[in-house]
């Protein structure tokens, strides 16, 4: 579209570069020949129009074959993006043969066009997704393997909590994509629908062949027929607006807690940087979580485009004004925002370096205190909870006021000694008992990811 | 909560009351004391605790004992709902048994008691909300049925497009509301599902016997057994609040087609205000469509609301600070607003004037031009598309100039009225074909509903 | 950025070519150049750098010698876009001058470059959207003088409720329209600042001549030096996207207004289309407001984008992860917007068809309800404003149902008739009291306008 | 309002008791009634009404005389909360003086009730944030001088940048405050404006009176006279949105800032909780950040509120059905939830313990790290930028990996040592020289906010 000067400098940073293809000025007009050509076909199967005149129009239907940029200035006036294609196409045909023009797009408007070309272009990038997610799920869960029993200090409002390990955490996040990987996988059959109303919706141009009309053309696509046209009906959008929101707030989740624990202080992960990248102008020692802050930023960013596929949805009779024009550029980007979000996650997690000693060691420096829990809870076998609760917070305070160790803290009071056995205030203050009931968890979890892989597996094809 | 000065003016006119009641402030205390009764008895048969204990705390677990305010108060130190309760709940408990204290909340953390309260909120709004879309889709099915060939104007771009039907109409709203439900209905058992993961999730505290007591609480509550604690994997929550986002922009595009249809100069349909209401402090003849008004300001606000959810997902490490507090308000808030419009969608749509004359009438008004396509696409059976398109387009135009009837203008054209013979002329100006592929297409969906909720009825216990 | 498919086939339906050109890529790397020019400068005159160098660097600082292909490939590792530049300049300068590149970005950050140039990026798009601003005030003021009297039925919630003018309803347009651009000239102060602070904002590695490097460097670019650098407190930039939002707001208002009028049944104004628009693939009466359902759908799209840059704002400590990035794309995004509705409404308003014959005819066609406040007040002076709102509450209920005149049903009332003279129950259903009222409003609202441009004009230079 | 079940849990968590008062159901009724007798007064002394009618209604005209429950029943037909008012107003009215009761509300439609009085309980707001603001500016401008000069390890992308100072840090939290302060006290006059308009904005009800009653009752209420009605022209409510957006975005950083700084790993400050809070039902040691939480729970939720205010703007012609109502509970929430975030602002702050043995430790506990952009700039000066910035990246790596501190690893390259002299080599790894020029700004940054408030000071009364 060479007469409006580009602003794509982010793209390769927020986008994957195949969802682009897909979500491309290219990738939306061979979308939209691809429901005329599927039309003309469907047509001439059901005896509408001559098979030549369908051959014809296919053959036209080479997105390759227009020119972009005047299309994009043609639907200023038109308004919409499929009439300058239709006139173009048309155009186009009956250079080869002008009474197969008169057959281009009969029965259907514009909204069939541009609706069933994006649902073509979505069935491409929901499958770019699901190998995407598959990806990185296999990533996670190998990750969660190595690291079920690796001690971490668990971390609750941003302060020590008690320990757990980083397979769990690892799993967390494993599972909450597993999840987003289901809604996207069971979204299809409600959203991959074929639209073809007509003008007004009620296919009154084809008569009492509508219905078979309608069915061929989805034989031809490969979608569903649904119940009915859904021009202003447009909640199966938002619904996968909605889907791929879940899936970027939950690669964000993933981002937020590898930036976190990438802090110099903290330094128990790092994200590899890009080849040559993560740096500063003026700092030499940076090395900066790029991608971390790439997911964290498309993070932020999705929710509010998710609100306008929500917000659009209360559209205008058979065909709105406003709401429906508010769809065009925000959906694809949406997708675009999402596949970027997820080509990081995949690069980040396949060269994440894991620090077990830094993991340990944090765990330990807070002196103790990451076993309160723990220990108030063996003394409220002697003291009852409420007691235990006030005996250990106190020392709690006393420890990290003093810069104690909380053990040596509750061991000078020679009563609360006497509660356990010198083996016993060992153990308390060992990740051990943490670390099991935390793998067992982690084992748990990729059990229950394996049985869903294997569902998936067996479901393809 | 009686020291905050109310504000709930608009309560009735937003929210329904059946909803209210599920998410008041004694509906959040009685789902935290039912997740501790239940934690109580499952320990109990897991010989964790004594039988007599859990008697006792489930004896202590009724919402009326409690002071509301006191615990909303103790909220602000504690930084959430729960610690305040579990220590009103341990005081209780201890006056009639004070061993039986101990054995509160144990193994749990606040997080745990919080959530699956919610979850337990959220199952009784769920059923409230399958309830009322039932009972909308059979009045919306009844509507759409008895005018599925009741000639409406359709419109696109808020322009005369081409007739359709008023049941065509309803039944797209209808569509769109079945698969609201079947979503709400389909998200169930992904997200009723029980919180249970002590401190930092792994469980710790009850070593080996995690899984039975986990699975033992489950039971007692009627929950799924997630496969991991979701302290900060939110993306359960944020799906019911996209679905319920769904629904209410459904039913806000119904809002806005009976809103328009409403207006003075169109006048095809009325609210039917509630008793004595929709007048005005200066105008004495108006009334007012006050229930779509209602959808439509819900419909306008919950789109951000549910992006909030979305915002909130990136969580810190295993409890998250700032995005769980931001969901505590707004996800019942989206629940309250969905209810509210579903209520008035119900009575808007039980009580619907609907006025057919006035439907044919405002069809007719605009001279023909609504037969356009159907004339031009006659006309190219002799002329080519184009040719006819460019014909009809500018007799059309000339119509409209000249305040004419397109025919009118058409026919005298004598080489233009030769095309068709007066029986054709005639035809193509009456909606007949319009109207009976509309009733085909509504008899469509119409069956396609029926089987819908005759699969939910056999699904249903 | 030659390697990634263009997405840009709605760029001239939804944004102004010349806030395009600001926004582009080129716009981009210029901003940034612009800075390093203008920093070697200013540290040429504070004699911290040799004036050749500084010439030298100057001389490097052209947007059209780059590869904006290869700086966005190299800002994906770089997580950036200064970086690479700096780095091709610093390679550019070392062609000429080896000893001149050690000069480049001395005392910078990167953030100091894009910031810098994004804020005179937004100086020209402030400039652009101020002059549209003018002149849509100018059209909206003639056209509401030119209207100032003539009737239009005022509508709440879409019903008639009394009458007033063409000009009222664009004149508060224009009131708001003014109220936008002031916001957005008032700001500027505010905004046009220099971001200049170093690694860390300490402007650590200039010493004690970082003040005056400021200060020199400001003076170059024109710009205000502000309290501080604000590498991390990004309020500014979030007001000149809300600022950006309430115009879009207002135009969105503007053009709900006119979609409405321009319905079939209403027809008060028709939108002329861009040359040859407007139309249909299959409706060839259509003529649709493309213009308008272009300014909604922005109008749809804008608040959610200015939300981003409300959610933008916690960013972490002296320079962010996420919350940046997250601006990066999105401001510019909001500016593109806003002037692409300007355009549209200038367009618009420039060649709108204003019928006044119909907006008197739909005044009437609601048989004298619209005036029945106005009777209302008359009879209240007999009877009490209660029993005579109830008694003309009545009336038209009866009238409508009947389809008679308001005024035949209470005449025909002997009791009610006796209430006024005869000359009076004829003026009561004439708009000219109405009308005049409005007129002084418009003749008000115009001076005030007038005023406010009086004002400005002074104001610049 | 009695009839709905509480929902108020939270609301002294997230809201301030004061501001809780001004948008009570009780607030939002006395701002109608404070209306209403500004208009009787108004009218009276234009001479429209008996200065005895006016009495008698003003003295009708108190909150605490009407049952709120009833009103916000009647509102549910009514469709909104000022129709319900003024009929319950003159009933009590007309039981003093039935003539009186004439003269209720005269000229009036009940929006002009509801947006006078939204505007002055949002002068009320306005002062009790004015209050705050100032506050806590007070409060930061002491903790920036307090610490002008004490060491900070500045941090970009979450890592060790260069060191700065903890004065710096909050002189930009307080530089940005008095910036929102500005921006509230600026909107004053745009916003503090009457609403007057009658029925459809004309005043047609009260003739060539208008203008007079209009002025006499802005005078009374202490209200500026806008351009013109503005009951579809809502752009100035969506601007205080935005500013109290851009108060609790900035409040929200802060909260970032001192939470991140507050973790267990970190630990350089620590919000003393609440009285008695801050725990956790399991952990012991727990001193949660309570009030950061809040805070950015907020700062999560309002920019989704504020986009609604801004999605409201395209209202439909004289009066909206859908924009305008769902304004009516958002905007006080936005206030609401500000207030809450600035409570807590206030409280922390005022109570924040800052350890500055740990500010320094963690500045030096990256082992020379910090300081590389300083030596790396102090090598340019004899090996050019470029090989400078290299050579000082490849030692940071190498000190990183062999946890050795930056500058050993330098020295050891004898070529590298001899560069600089001892000296100098010990003073770039000293902060002094970029707490001086921290301390520079800070004090630069203070005396801006005494110049500020200062004049703020000279412009109050």
Redesign the interface.
Known sequence: ?N?????????????A?AM??V??????LQGILDFEAALARAQARAGLIPAAAAQTICGCCRAEDYD?AA???A?????N???PV?AAL?RQVATSD?AA??H???G???QD?MDTGLVLQMRQALELLATDCHGLGEQLAQLAAEHRATPL?????????????FG??V???L??LD??AG?LA?LRP?VLVLQFG???????????R??QVTSLLAEELGLQV????????R??L??VA?AL??L???L??M???L??L?????AEVAEL??????????????????G?????????????????M?????????????????E???L?EIF?LASGALAHARRIIGSLRVDPHRLRA?LE??RG??Y???V??AL?RSL???AA??L??RA??QA?RQERH?RDVLLEDQQCAAYLSPAEWEQLFDPR??V???A??VD??LA?HQARAAAVGKAAP
Not at 198 to 208: H, I, M, Q, V
Not at 262 to 266: C, K, L, M, N, R
Not at 310 to 316: G, I, K, N, V
Request: glycine letters at 8%; a neutral charge.
């Open positions: 579209v007469d409006v000067p580009t602003n794509q400098w982010f793209d390769l940073l927020f986008r570069p682009s293809r979500f491309s000025d290219r990738g939306r972009l299309l994009a200035q639907s200023v006036a038109a308004g993006s499929a009439i239709v048309t002008e023009a008169y281009v797009h009969t259907a408007t514009s066009a200090a668990g971390r609750t409002w941003l302060q020590h909590a008690a320990p757990t390990t769990l955490k799993a967390g996040w599972s909450a999840r987003c809604r069971d409600r007509g003008a007004t919706g009620t296919l009154a141009a084809l008569g009492d509508a219905a649904p119940d009915l046209p859904w021009h202003a009906q909640d199966r938002a619904e909605a929101g879940l970027v707030g939950t964000g989740k981002a937020r807690d930036a976190l990438a802090q110099t202080e903290i940087p890009p080849a040559g990248g993560g740096g500063s102008t003026s700092m030499p020692q940076k090395s900066n979580p790029v971390c802050a790439a997911i964290l930023a498309t993070a932020t960013r999705v929710p509010a485009l998710v609100s306008i929500f917000s659009t949805l209360p559209q205008e009779h058979e065909r709105a004004l406003g709401g429906w024009q508010a065009w550029e925000t694809p675009l944090n420096a807070s205190l990451i309160a829990q723990t108030a809870d409220a009852g909870h409420a609760h006030d250990v917070r709690s305070h990290a909380l008992g943490h099991d009931a935390a067992r968890l748990q979890a229950a």
